[in-house]
């Protein structure tokens, strides 16, 4: 089993930064992906941003130029750097974690974190 930890959400207003963090242990994969997805009040959890084993990101075309994922020396560590954060990015966080390669569905997501809550003012 795979324990995800997160923290760093909080209530900013507009034009504010924020940095999650979210750390895996227990019995991880050898190789895997680790990513964050977000879900605002009444809509679906959608993906944000991922890094791959090797290191490359993806992101959702909201986010991209503000927000930067990142995963440490270890591996076993991703962040999310949110940079300008607009009232829309307010949601709950959540961290994942998926064997292999990079995926966009929470579908295919095999460890979930327990979310963090991240609410931008206007």
């Known amino acids: 089993q795979v324990q995800l930890v997160e923290s760093g959400g909080g209530l900013v207003q507009a034009g504010a930064s924020l940095r999650l963090s979210c750390a895996a242990s227990?019995?991880?994969?050898?190789?895997?992906?680790m990513g964050w997805f977000r879900q605002a009040p009444g809509k679906e959890r959608r993906f944000v941003a991922a890094?791959?084993?090797?290191?490359?990101?993806y992101y959702v075309d909201s986010v991209k130029g503000r927000f930067t994922i990142s995963r440490d020396g270890t591996k076993n560590t991703v962040y999310l750097r949110m940079n300008n954060l607009k009232p829309e990015d307010t949601a709950v966080y959540y961290c994942?974690?998926?064997?292999?390669?990079?995926?966009?569905?929470?579908?295919?997501?095999?460890?979930w974190g327990k979310g963090t809550l991240v609410t931008v003012s206007s």
């Open positions: 994942a974690i998926k064997a292999g390669p990079v995926a966009f569905s929470p579908s295919v997501i095999n460890y």
């Open positions: 227990g019995h991880t994969f050898s190789n895997y992906a």
């Open positions: 890094a791959s084993w090797s290191g490359t990101a």
